[in-house]
């Protein structure tokens, strides 16, 4: 069962552009939610993280955005760059177990 | 602060051969995930140790793997018999959790991609 589901699987976007990310979760349990940005080539690093707490949260060009309620969350990339071109995870965690979404390709076109 | 090494970052094997994948994690980290990364797909979880125990395998198969964390030294992913559909990336990852204190950070290493011919 995925505990995580991420859409859309693959996005590309004009530089300049705003990326937008879903997750959805089933557990109410879990109580942190990062989002993890992969290069290829490279392990994935945390970009930007939210607990259930906030309804947003905002870090330069990046923000969460948090529904408890629907148990969904989204990942907004403002004035996205091609250096922003990577592909992006979701996850939700409790304790030590984490649950990964599988991935969203994003490709920001010059 | 040295980040999590992993080693090797490539790793060429045939048929029936083992593959054995180091970790170490980032300093004073005692906990340590195993993940694999097919190509297009996401991270598949296969194990979590902390030092000298095994905590959850449950993403692991019975056959053919096992894991290790050492009280010194790396955490070891093994693969016998290796096969060609477990050519994968291979990405470890660290976390400072412990317990009732829940940061909920993973540091992941850069990964050792294993090729099976």
């Known amino acids: 069962q995925q505990q995580v589901k991420q859409s859309p699987q693959s996005l590309i976007v004009q530089k300049g552009g705003i990326s937008i990310i879903n997750c959805a979760y089933e557990?109410?349990?879990?109580?942190?939610f990062p989002w993890y940005q992969q290069f290829p080539g490279k392990g994935p690093a945390l970009l930007i993280a939210?607990?259930?707490?906030?309804s947003e949260k905002k870090e330069g060009r990046f923000t969460i955005s948090f529904n408890k309620s629907a148990k969904q969350f989204s990942l907004h990339i403002m004035d996205s760059q091609p250096g922003d071109s990577a592909t992006y995870f979701c996850?939700?965690?409790?304790?030590?177990?984490?649950?990964f979404g599988t991935g969203t390709s994003l490709t920001v076109i010059p | 602060n040295a980040g999590v090494m992993q080693n090797p970052r490539h790793l060429v094997r045939r048929r029936g051969q083992e593959a054995r994948l180091r970790c170490s994690p980032m300093?004073?980290?005692?906990?340590v995930y195993w993940y694999r990364q097919l190509p297009e797909e996401g991270l598949k979880f296969m194990v979590y140790?902390?030092?000298?125990?095994?905590?959850?395998e449950s993403g692991m198969p019975k056959e053919r793997f096992s894991a290790e964390f050492p009280k010194e030294g790396p955490s070891i992913l093994r693969i016998q018999q290796v096969v060609r559909g477990d050519s994968a990336a291979y990405f470890c990852?660290?976390?400072?959790?412990?317990?009732?204190?829940?940061?909920?950070?993973?540091?992941f290493g850069e990964g050792s991609r294993l090729t099976v011919l």
């Open positions: 990852a660290s976390s400072p959790y412990s317990a009732g204190r829940n940061t909920g950070e993973l540091f």
């Open positions: 557990n109410t349990a879990f109580d942190y």
């Open positions: 939210i607990r259930p707490d906030v």
């Open positions: 996850a939700a965690s409790k304790g030590n177990q984490f649950y």
């Open positions: 300093k004073g980290h005692s906990h």
């Open positions: 140790l902390q030092k000298e125990n095994i905590i959850d």
